[in-house]
């Protein structure tokens, strides 16, 4: 297989991440074969199907993917396999998780290796090992993409491990690579010249679109690479658009309140021609019934209005 990046994501980036975190039984079942047929029913067209391996700590050097609660290879070609026979495009998004809590943006070791203590040597020969396998699943199963990463913020400054991952990659996957880094990272990585496409995780306060849309425009101009929004969206509750990222805020359900988050995120969104679309966050692999989509205060917009509002959107910029 063979893609070529800009036709790829012709016309619009309509995605949505299916499947976090992965958790081994949860895929390849009644209910998640109805949930992806739910979520290609919103004008989707693409979908991020993602998934999480887990280190024990931070520090931890050993990511064990081959382990539960991670899905098995056999739930993830599955889920290949439905998301395509639904006539959905597939990014595939392994990603780590650090079984303590601590969020993967913290997984760090010292600059320079010293006796007796982790290196990022040791990590990143484990790391490589979890994502070519991932790589090797896409191949076999044509997906159009591969997400090498996701939100490895101290991980980001070691270029030279990066590029020798990506190129590991190359070797055996023959489709688009990126990488998603998180919010406010797009003009701090180095290394945007070994991937295909450009991505990140867009959860910005609704009143800061704009401006983080100016800064990311000119860091997207000097890598010459395309852009999407890898991740981005916000929980249908209280408080929720001004710090869409903090999936645990305290407020009362609202519908409402993801409605005006994603009408702004769209409509800043709208006017960069730049910005090729979204995988938006998220769709579980098991879904909550429409009846409960009010009281759900989570970020999956299903019977919920910003569902709505998605299905005409994407509708009207893929057809």
């Given at each position: 297989?063979?893609?070529?990046?800009?036709?790829?994501?012709?016309p619009?980036?309509?995605g949505?991440?299916?499947?976090?975190?992965?958790?081994?039984?949860t895929?390849?079942?009644?209910?998640?074969?109805?949930?992806?047929?739910a979520?290609?029913?919103?004008?989707?067209?693409?979908?991020?199907?993602?998934?999480?391996?887990?280190?024990?700590?931070?520090?931890?050097?050993?990511?064990?993917?081959?382990?539960?609660?991670?899905?098995?290879?056999?739930?993830?070609?599955?889920?290949?396999?439905?998301?395509?026979?639904?006539?959905?495009?597939?990014?595939?998004?392994?990603?780590?998780?650090?079984?303590?809590?601590?969020?993967?943006?913290?997984?760090?070791?010292?600059?320079?290796?010293?006796?007796?203590?982790?290196t990022?040597?040791?990590?990143?020969?484990?790391?490589?090992?979890?994502?070519?396998?991932?790589?090797?699943?896409?191949?076999?199963?044509s997906?159009?993409?591969?997400?090498?990463?996701?939100?490895?913020?101290?991980?980001?400054?070691?270029?030279?491990?990066?590029?020798?991952?990506?190129?590991?990659?190359?070797?055996?996957?023959?489709?688009?690579?990126?990488?998603?880094?998180?919010?406010?990272?797009?003009?701090?990585?180095?290394?945007?010249?070994?991937?295909?496409?450009v991505?990140?995780?867009?959860?910005?306060?609704?009143?800061?679109?704009?401006?983080?849309?100016?800064?990311?425009?000119?860091?997207?101009?000097?890598t010459?690479?395309?852009?999407?929004?890898?991740?981005?969206?916000?929980p249908?509750?209280?408080?929720?658009?001004?710090?869409?990222?903090?999936?645990?805020?305290?407020?009362?359900?609202?519908?409402?309140?993801?409605l005006?988050?994603?009408?702004?995120?769209?409509?800043?969104?709208?006017?960069?021609?730049?910005?090729r679309?979204?995988?938006?966050?998220?769709w579980?692999?098991?879904?909550?019934?429409?009846?409960?989509?009010?009281?759900?205060?989570?970020?999956?917009?299903?019977?919920?209005?910003?569902?709505?509002?998605?299905?005409?959107?994407?509708?009207?910029?893929?057809?």
């Amino acid at each position: 297989m063979s893609v070529d990046t800009a036709e790829a994501l012709e016309p619009y980036v309509a995605g949505m991440t299916w499947g976090w975190t992965g958790v081994r039984g949860t895929w390849a079942t009644a209910a998640a074969s109805e949930s992806l047929r739910a979520m290609s029913a919103h004008g989707v067209n693409w979908t991020a199907i993602a998934y999480a391996a887990l280190q024990d700590t931070a520090q931890s050097t050993e990511v064990r993917f081959r382990e539960a609660p991670t899905v098995t290879e056999e739930e993830i070609v599955w889920a290949i396999r439905e998301a395509k026979a639904l006539g959905l495009n597939v990014c595939l998004k392994p990603v780590v998780n650090v079984a303590d809590g601590t969020w993967r943006a913290h997984i760090g070791f010292f600059d320079q290796d010293v006796p007796g203590e982790p290196t990022w040597g040791e990590w990143f020969a484990s790391y490589r090992e979890f994502i070519l396998h991932a790589a090797r699943i896409a191949e076999a199963e044509s997906c159009e993409m591969l997400c090498i990463g996701c939100e490895m913020v101290r991980a980001d400054a070691r270029e030279a491990e990066w590029r020798d991952l990506i190129a590991a990659v190359r070797a055996v996957y023959s489709g688009v690579v990126t990488y998603n880094c998180d919010k406010y990272q797009e003009d701090r990585l180095a290394w945007w010249d070994a991937v295909d496409v450009v991505t990140s995780s867009g959860y910005y306060p609704i009143d800061r679109w704009d401006a983080e849309l100016d800064r990311i425009e000119k860091a997207v101009a000097a890598t010459g690479k395309p852009f999407f929004f890898m991740e981005a969206g916000c929980p249908s509750r209280e408080g929720s658009p001004d710090r869409p990222n903090d999936w645990s805020l305290a407020g009362a359900p609202s519908g409402d309140a993801q409605l005006r988050y994603y009408e702004a995120m769209f409509a800043a969104c709208d006017a960069r021609p730049w910005v090729r679309g979204f995988m938006l966050w998220d769709w579980p692999p098991a879904l909550y019934a429409a009846e409960d989509a009010a009281e759900n205060d989570d970020y999956c917009p299903y019977g919920k209005p910003a569902g709505e509002f998605l299905r005409e959107r994407y509708a009207a910029v893929t057809t």
